[in-house]
Structure formats: structure tokens, C-alpha cells
């Protein structure tokens, strides 16, 4: 197996079709994040960006994605901003991960969100974890009458909701695709406000993020998009969300809504419309990603499976990384694996934000003359 490190921007023509034939070729790999093109977008903005191209007799059998850090720490491409990663491959490919961390001049590969059982990186799984979608293969209706028997109140609740919102603020209308953006500046308005109101890091505070969403909705192609959707009371916008597909899947990325209307439920009634729109559109499959949002239990209709691991070679930076990594995920899935402890914890990070703002706002008002 010989491999060559290259910047995903150097790839010529056949190797990104070679790279698309593989991920068509194998269902596990119909994820957006694995593309070529959310690659080239991320090497635009990021230094670090890198991709071990696998040949094997000449054939190109495979590409591994990557960010190299400082004193070669390395981590999934996008980071925290995806919600899967793992080899482009053909199937059942097997090699050695630390032979391919030494090609990618890597101390440590740390990975949470990688497709779960590749033979590459299975015996370095220390966790499986759940990624709940909504499946439409079977059709919209086939998917309704599930989401119905997961929860019926529930389902209940939000059609009534959908239509007193429709009712009191005026008739809704759903935005599919919308090149529009200012639609997106809005969203990314919302999303923001969303981070800061829940103590969260505002991700849209990056300019390369606001940059790498702006690249990534102007995408068009039958492979691969990014897809802003809107839903409309009257002319107003209340909910929406930004996230990106391949030919069948779209993986949820931004959703966001007006909290002005957030006694309506308006995320949900817009997730409702969001499936019905996708389904017609061809789409088999919406991707919610693994995490504790109770929604999401009762919208999906399947799951999947992504791993949670370490590879490492013997050296003093990955001694220092396990060190830093360790309590860090221990304290993580003991916190997802207790829904009590991950309300707790979401009711933290709220009531820190609403004293963050509380403080902000007291520096922005001026003081009284003294």
C-alpha cells in the first residue's frame, strides 16, 4: 500500500472521481461530510487541512481526510463542526492505522463521530454510539405513521401548534433550497443568539465558519449541496435550517428559530415540513446526528452507528494529549448516557448564558453622571 499526503485543493480531476465512486459504492459513506467537496471547501480556509491518498497496485483504494495540528495531533476534518468522518474506501479495507498515522507524519488520531466498523480503525473503538435519522425510503407516510408511533401526543401537540401558529400570525409557508442570502444571514442571526443564550461557544463568532457556511450554500450539484430551508408565517420567517446533502442523504447541520415565536414550537413544525419537503425531493434519508435532543427520539424512524476512539504511536505529545483528552470524554459519556444529567447540564449552560448576556448588556448601558 503505498500512501501520499496531498491538500485536498491538489487533487486533479480522476482522483475526485475516484473518490465519489468510492462513497457511492458504499451506503455508510452517503454522508456530506465525507465528500470531496466539503474538503476542498475546508482546505481553502484551513492551513491544516490534509488528505492521505491510498494507492494499492496503482489503483487508488482509498482517501483519509485529516487535520494536522501542532506536534502532528490529529483530528477529524471540521472537528467540531461534523457530525461523521472515517476512511473513503472501498469496502472492508483494512490497514495498518499506525502505519497510516506515521504517513501522515500523526502522533495521535482522536475521532468521535467516525463510521462505525471500519476494519482500519475498529480495534481502536472505544464506544458506539446511536445517530438517530429519519428515514424515507418507504415514503413520507410510511415516516408519519412512525414519528405517530413513537409519540402521538406529541406528534399531536406540534400539529396543533403548526396550525394555531398559522392561524394567529398568518399562513405558513416552507422554503425549500432558498438561494437567498439573506435568508441565511438570518438564520445564522438566530443560531448565534441560540449559542450565547445557552452558554454555548457562538460558533458564528469565527469569520473562516461564516465563510466555510457562505461556500458551502453556494454548492450546487447533483452529488452535492448545501440546503437552507425557511418556514414562513405570513412573510415573516420563524424557523429555519442549514445543512447539506448528497444525492439521498442531508445531514442536519444550523436549525434556528425566531424566539418570538417560540410558543408555537416553531423548530419542530419546521422539522415536520423539512422531512415532508425532503422526501419529495428525493432524499432517503434525514441525519440528526448522535446527541441528547429528546426530539429527536421520537422523529426518527432509524439509526446509525458512529465510534468514539484513539489511535496513537508512542511519543511525549500524545502522552500529553491522552492526559488533557481523558477525563474530558469519560465526563462526556457519562453525562449522554444519563438523560438527568444532561438536562442538568443543558440548565447550567442556560443559566450561564442568561448571566453572560445579563453582564454584557450591563457594560453596553452607560453609567449615570457621578
Known amino acids: 500500500m503505498r500512501i501520499d499526503v496531498v491538500r485536498p485543493a491538489e487533487l486533479g480531476a480522476p482522483e475526485r472521481a475516484r ?14 461530510f465525507l465528500s470531496v467537496e ?50 473513503i474506501a472501498v469496502p472492508d479495507l483494512a490497514i495498518d492505522a ?34 438517530p435519522v429519519m428515514d424515507f425510503t418507504s415514503g413520507f407516510d410510511a415516516w408519519i405513521e412512525q414519528v405517530r408511533a413513537n409519540s402521538p401526543k406529541n406528534l399531536k401537540t406540534v400539529r396543533y401548534k403548526e396550525r394555531k401558529l398559522g392561524r394567529e400570525q398568518g399562513e405558513l409557508r416552507f422554503e425549500w433550497a432558498s438561494a437567498d442570502p439573506g435568508v441565511l444571514r438570518t438564520l445564522l442571526a438566530w443560531k448565534s443568539d441560540q449559542y450565547q443564550r445557552t452558554g454555548r461557544v457562538d460558533r458564528f463568532a469565527q469569520p473562516w465558519i461564516v465563510e466555510l457556511t457562505d461556500l458551502m450554500h453556494a454548492e450546487r450539484s447533483d452529488d452535492f449541496s448545501g440546503v437552507l430551508t425557511m418556514l414562513y408565517s405570513g412573510d415573516v420567517p420563524v424557523a429555519g435550517h442549514f445543512g447539506l446533502r448528497t444525492a439521498t442523504t442531508l445531514v442536519g447541520w444550523f436549525p434556528a428559530y425566531d424566539t418570538e415565536f417560540a410558543r408555537y414550537s416553531p423548530g419542530i413544525v419546521h422539522h415536520l ?33 458512529v465510534a468514539e476512539g484513539r489511535v496513537s504511536r508512542p511519543s511525549p505529545a500524545a502522552a500529553v494529549h491522552w492526559m488533557g483528552r481523558t477525563p474530558f470524554n469519560k465526563a462526556r459519556t457519562i453525562v449522554l448516557d444519563r438523560p438527568s444529567l444532561y438536562k442538568a447540564a443543558d440548565r447550567v449552560l442556560k443559566g450561564f448564558g442568561r448571566m453572560r448576556r445579563s453582564i454584557q448588556q450591563d457594560v453596553k448601558e452607560p453609567t449615570g453622571a457621578g
Not at 473518490?19 to 456530506?32: I, T, V, Y
Not at 423539512?274 to 439509526?303: C, F, I, N, P, R
Open 273 to 305: 415540513q423539512m422531512a415532508q419537503a425532503a422526501a419529495a425531493s428525493g432524499l432517503h434519508m434525514v441525519d440528526m446526528g448522535k446527541g441528547g435532543k429528546e426530539y429527536k427520539d421520537w422523529l426518527k424512524s432509524g439509526t446509525l452507528y
Open 38 to 87: 466539503f474538503a476542498v471547501a475546508m482546505d481553502r480556509l484551513r492551513d491544516y487541512v490534509r488528505v492521505a491518498v491510498l494507492r494499492d497496485g496503482g489503483r487508488i483504494a482509498g482517501f483519509f481526510p485529516y487535520e494536522r495540528h501542532s506536534f502532528g495531533i490529529g483530528k477529524p476534518l471540521g472537528g467540531f463542526l461534523t457530525t461523521c468522518h472515517g476512511l
Open 98 to 131: 499506525r502505519a497510516l498515522l506515521r504517513a501522515c507524519k500523526l502522533t495521535v488520531f482522536d475521532f468521535d463521530h467516525l463510521v462505525a466498523g471500519q476494519p482500519t480503525f475498529a480495534p481502536f473503538e472505544s464506544d458506539v454510539r446511536p445517530a
Open 19 to 32: 473518490w465519489r465512486e468510492l462513497q457511492k459504492a458504499d451506503r455508510s459513506l452517503d454522508n456530506p
